[in-house]
Each structure stands twice: as structure tokens, then as C-alpha cells.
């Protein structure tokens, strides 16, 4: 079996994000890089699935942006991943789902992999498409928010999230691309031989330009800070009647009641 | 300086050869697995040791062993373990940085247990164990299947451990050692399956063995009540009649003192090392504090006197980084240099460390004065709170105390420091009679000829602290002679300087090898300004009290004259004040330790 994992790199929680100066990226000298939370979940969850099936099974980890994302993609290798492949981000289209999916599906076409694992969504813009398009691109089966696998060799068991804590397991056949939920597993640290042993795999690289001519259909005009507003609202009527618009803000407009 | 003779590589050469003239390691050159594994270890700390840092206070074997053991899983006991018996044998500099970011996860007793486990605990096996007793014990500690301990010390004999009474005399039919005695204060005592224990065989005779928990006659005695690192283990041994197979003797029979002051020369890096990795969380839960705590209307990371604070802890961690780092990195060097084939590798190894003894105490000593002097301003930045012990301060405001004393107490390791440099003075193993005699060319030298580029006036104030300090030492060996190691108030004072001046060199060495503009670099620049320019006021200040110690309270006129030349360079021209709102600000832009 073959898995293709993408592995984004997003900004750490903790450092602070300040707009640069062009109002539509943050400054990247104050910020520290991470791997994305759900996609440690979905590397582990390749890992996992290697681990059962042996040494035949194959992991490519898979990573678009600057050449800053070569430490992400070597941690993937360290963990256990067997090879991987950076994508220049050089058209700048990270922010948008359809771009990055045909970037990836570009890649991947001629890989004939049986499975494609993304993290539900990107702790940095949340959109939660880019496994989907990609599956979709490909001609895949896809399934999102995805808790359990139970690979076949023609399909793959699944449970996944529905809404209201109800979950369901289905069976779609392979090749499938599955964007994992977080907590699905408990992602491993990499041991330090697999650090050193990191050193020995390859990562090819890949220009974003070069796998994609089409246009991207979102782009980022504007980042800012939410802007906070203070206003005061006058509650007009008599007096049974302002109470009973109070409760009622209270309840439905701030939820506190 | 031009005469300064080319590639010393003797310890201690700090003191006679100009700033940034041999390569130093620093953090920003670290490889990058040194990195990968910084990143893994940082992130075992935060994610697995910090939540569970209040479990872990309660003193949980259980929960001990198993973190440990998942340590093992990735390779982390290891690193100094040769890889026949289980380990990785990686470089001093890797073991330094798992202590140091281990250290990050806020659990000094944790911290401990790692460290007496990878150690004191293995390494007297590593170095000097027979291969039958690496092939039994190794495997077994470097997967936490059991815990080991080390036990020096006595009642009776602490700093002069060389003094134990415990007995070791070989049975009749002499396939034993018969010890007896009583072991104080061994960490891991109570956990451990395994011990190296220091005994005098024949009562003269100091050396060590291993000894097994299920020994018969071996007990371990009452957890000891602590001021802090309440989550470790520490108890008597007590050995009545202790039957230990002959084959256990470590090494050789009058070898004990080999194997403890090796242990103790690495185990003096590491424990800096750990000091380092406390420091900055420490700083970074003291500026989370201060800019959510308001009075006065403000955030208190605004006033002032906070942001003063903040700058020293900053200045502090950011100069024993440099100066630590520096030093491992010399130690790896030499270590380098050896054929690890030799059946003597490890004899060499310690040989090589020993060269940096004086490096290695001063390690030691600013590694943890600087923990001790962060907790105890983020105390103080925490305020009443700080006091209580459900905030992050008062834990490791106590559990630092200790480093002061273990590992050699910072009084002895201060003498170390004043005790080297004389010998080495005496047996001219370093220049220091050639640059004494060029001291008065140095001070009349043209400064701005000497001294350029962007730390012109720092290194100048500095290469002229060195000649101070020089000017100082003479001075004491010249009326003191032989007999200056019994003046312990003069010599502290002498290894406080050296100690300032190694600090003040690294941290300019390292901030020259920094070449971009970055905010970050420049912030390193304004430490190194900062730093220099304190260094300078208070080695002023050191000389004066040890002249007017060694002239009996009246200085000679040509020396009064020479402080005056000396002070006329040091005297620095720089806004400390202001520097230092610059960096705080920065370290609260950053939310932490940036560097
Ligand atoms: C929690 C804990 C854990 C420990 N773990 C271990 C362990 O695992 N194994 C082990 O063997 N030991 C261990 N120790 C012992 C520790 O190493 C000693 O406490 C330390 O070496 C100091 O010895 P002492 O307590 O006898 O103090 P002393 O030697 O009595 O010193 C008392 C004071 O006198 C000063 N002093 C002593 N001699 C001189 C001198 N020549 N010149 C100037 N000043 C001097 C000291 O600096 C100190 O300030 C542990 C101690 C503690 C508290």
C-alpha cells in the first residue's frame, strides 16, 4: 500500500502574529513554525496503518510553502515516513484550498497511491477542503472528519463524526482520501534514530509553478485584527416591557442565560 | 596582543587570548539533528512532564519510571551509553541539549531523576566497568528496566568525600568484598535496583562497586523531608555485612576518587545545562505574568522597575547559554580528538574533560546562581503570589537551592576554578607571565587602533578586564605564593572575575558570529552591551576589594595609578538603563526567551 500524507506547516499558538506592513501577511520574523495539529494525527494514523501492514506499505509526506517547510517534512521522515516531497510555494497560492489541491493532485497523479491522509483542517486558515478537492481531483472516494481506519485491499473501513455526537462507520472502496480528525490517535515523538536516520531519506523538490498553471479562486486581500467596537443600546418602553427585551438579549443576543 | 602565541588548547585560555579568536559553539550553530532533537525533547517536556508536574511532586515511583521509560523509547538514555549495550553514544553537546530542554517541562525532580539515571547512576559503568559488568547493567538502565543511584557521600564526609568510612574488606575465601557502613543522600536511593557505592577497602583504599539492591544486608533508609525536588528519592544506604562478588569492583582498587570526580566533571555541564532549560521557563511564566497582572491601571510589565527585572533575567540566561554552550563545545573538541578504539578512550575522555575543569566548575557555578537569581526576581515579579505555592514560582524558587550545593558545593567548585588557574600560572601551562608583562604596553596602546567593528568598546573593556584580572592574581601570588589557596575570600574573588570575564568573552564571541539584521540579532547585540558594560563596573569593584585585601587595606601608589589606567578603559559609556527597556520590551513582544 501507498500513502501520501500532507503535512502543512502553520504558525505556533503561542508566538505572537502581528499584520506586516502590506496588510496581507503576518511578520514571520516574530513567529515560530509548527507542524499543523491534525496533520501529526494523520501522519500517525499512516504510521499506525504501516505498522500493521508491514514494511510493503510506503509513506510520502507531502508539504507546500517556502523552503522553511524542509524542517516539517524532515520531522515526517523522522517519525518514520519513507520519503518525501516539498513543493515550492512559488506562486504564492497556500491560501487557497483549490490552488494547493491541484498542486498536490499534480504531484500525485503518477504516484498510485491507495490513500491520501489530511488533517481535517489548518490551524492557521481552518477551511477544511483541501482533502476533499484533493480526492475529488484525483477521483478518489473521500471522507471527512474521520476517527477510525480499518484498511482492506480493495476499501477501507472508516468511522467518521456526524453532527450532534452521532458517528457512523462506512466502507469506501480504494483509493480513498480521508481528512483525519484530531484525537483519532496518540501521535509518536520521533525517536532520535529516526532523527539520524532522517539524514538518509530523500526529499525531492518540486516547483508549485511547474505542477499548476490554472488560477487560483480565493485569494487574500486584507488581514487585520478583529476590531473590537463598543456601542450602548437604549432599551425603550415600559418597564415590563424593557425587562422581558433584556431577558431576552440576555438569553439569545449573549448567551448568558 | 599580537604576541598572544597562536592555538593554545589548554583550559583557561579565555584569560590571555583576545575575544572571538577561536571558533566558539553556540546555539545558532547547532546542527540541525541537534535541533530535531531539541524540538522532540522540548515537546516530550511540554506535552508529557509539564501537565503532570504536580502528579509527579507527590513523590509516584510508578509514574516516574514510566515517564522514564517512554524517555527510553525514544532513545534519550542513551546518548552517552555505547551502542553494544542498547545506547546511541551520541556527543556532549546532544546529552546537554535533552537535559537542558527536559528541563523546560518544569519538574526539577524529574529533571533529577533523568539525570542521576543517565549520570552518576551509568556513567562510573560506562567509563570504567569490565565488559561483563556493561553486558549485565547497561542494557538494563538505558531502558529504565531498572534505576540506578550513586552514593558518595557520608554523614561525616560531604565536600571531602574523599574522607568516607564505609569499609570494603575482601572475605577469606576473597570471592567477595564485605562492606559496611552508612551512605547519605542518594538520589533515586529509594527507586534504585542498582548502586555505585564508595567504600575504602582495607579502610585506606578509596573505590567503588557496584552493588544490587537485593543485597543481603543493604537497607534503604527513611525518604528524607526536602526543602525541594519533593518528587525525587533521597535516603540513607545502610551496608551491615554487605556481601558484593569481587567482580563488582569498579574499575580498580584505590581508583574511587578517578571515577568521582569524573562523574562529577560531566555531571557539572549537564547540571548547568538543566539550570538553563529552568531559567527560561521561568522567565517566560514571569513575563505571562507580569503583562496579565494589573494595578495602578496598567499591566505591571510596564512599570519600570518590572521591565529592569526582566532584562537582567534575560541578560543572565542569554550570557550562561553563550558561556555554557562554549564550554561543551570545548569539551566535545577534545573529547573529539581522541581514537575511540583505545581501550583507554574513556580514561582519555576523562583526561580531556579534566583540562576543562576550570570551564566546567564555572559552568557550574553561574548555571545555577543564574536559576537561583531568575526565580528569585520571578518571585518577586509575581508578588504576593509568588509566595503561593499554586503559582508557578515558589517550586522552583526551592527545588533550585540545591544546585548550589550538589555537584560539588559553589564554594568548592569556586576554589577549583582559583586552584587551576594557579596551577596552571605556576607550571606556565598557560602564558600568564608573558601577559603580565605586557600589560603596561596594553594600557598605553592606542585603544582605537586596537579595537574595531561593531563591539569596539565592549571588547576593549573587557581585553582590559582580562589584564585587571591578570594585574590581580599577580599581585595575590606575589604576596601570597603557594599559600594563596588558604586565602579563600581573595580567591573567590579571583574566580568570580575569571568567571565574569569568560561569561563576558563568550557572550561577544557569540554575538560576533551572529551576522544578520534581524530584531533577534540585534537584541543579542544590545545583551552583549549590556552585559559588558556591568561586567565592567563590577570587576572594578572585585579588584579593589582583593588589592586592598592583598596590600592590607593600603594600596601602593603605582598600584593606585595602575587602577586608575585600568578604570580609564572599563569605565563604560553606555545608557544601561535604557538598553535594558529596549530588550524587556522585545522579551514581551516575544512572549518569552527569544533567542
Ligand atoms: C537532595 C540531595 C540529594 C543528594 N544526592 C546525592 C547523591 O545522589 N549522591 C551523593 O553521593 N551525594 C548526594 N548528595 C550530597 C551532596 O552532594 C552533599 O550534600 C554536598 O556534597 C555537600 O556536602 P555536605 O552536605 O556534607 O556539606 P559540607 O561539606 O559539610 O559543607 C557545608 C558548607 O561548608 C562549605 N565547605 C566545605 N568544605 C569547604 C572547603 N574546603 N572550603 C570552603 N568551604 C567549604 C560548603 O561549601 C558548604 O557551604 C545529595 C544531597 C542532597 C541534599
Redo the contacts with the bound molecule.
Sequence with gaps: MRIAVLQKQVPDRESPLRVSDDGRHFDEQQVSFKLNESDAYAIEEALQIKDRLGAETEIIALGLGPERIEKTLREALARGADRAIRVLDDRELATDPYAVANVFAAVLKDQACDLVLSGLQSDDLGMGQTGILLGELLGMATASLVIATEPGTTSIRLKHELEGGWYQWLTIPLPASLSIQTGINQPRYPTIKGIMGAKRKQIEVLNASALWSGEPLQTCQRLYVPQKTKHTEMIEGTSDQAAAQLVEILKTGIKVL | MNDTPAQLTTGGRFLVEPVGCENVLTRECFSEEHREIEGMVRDFASERVYPLRDEIEKFDKDLCVKLLREMAELGLLGIDIPEAYGGLELDKVTSAIVVESLARGYSASFTVIFS?QTG?GSLPIVWFGTPEQKEKYLPRLVSAEWIS?????EAS?????LAAKTRADLSEDGKSYILNGE??????GGWADVYTIFAQVDGRHFSAFIVERDSAGLEVGPE?K?MG?KGSS?TPITLTDVRVPAENLLYEIGKGATIAFNALNLGRFKLAAADLGGSKTVLEEAVKYARDRRQFGQAIAAFDVIKGKIADMTVRIYTADSMIYRTIGLIQEATDRLDKDDPLYYIHMGEATEEYAIEASMAKVYGSETLGMVTDHGIQILGGYGFIEEFPMARPYRDTR?DR????????NR?IITGYMIKKALLEELPIRTAIRDIDAFLESDVEQAFSGAQANEECAIETGKRLALHVFHAALNEFGQDLRHE?QLTEILADMFTYLYVADSTLSRVQCLQGDAPVDKMAATIARIHSAEVSIRLLNLALTGLHAIFHGKLPPDTADHLRRFQRRMLPETDIIQLKRALADYVYSRNGYPF
Design positions: 542521576v552518576i543511584a550513586y552514593s558518595l557521600t564526609s560531604g565536600s571531602d568525600a551512605k547519605m543522600f542518594t538520589t533515586n528524607e526536602k525536588v533521597t540545591i550545593i550538589w555537584e560539588g558545593s559553589n564554594e568548592i576554589q579563600q
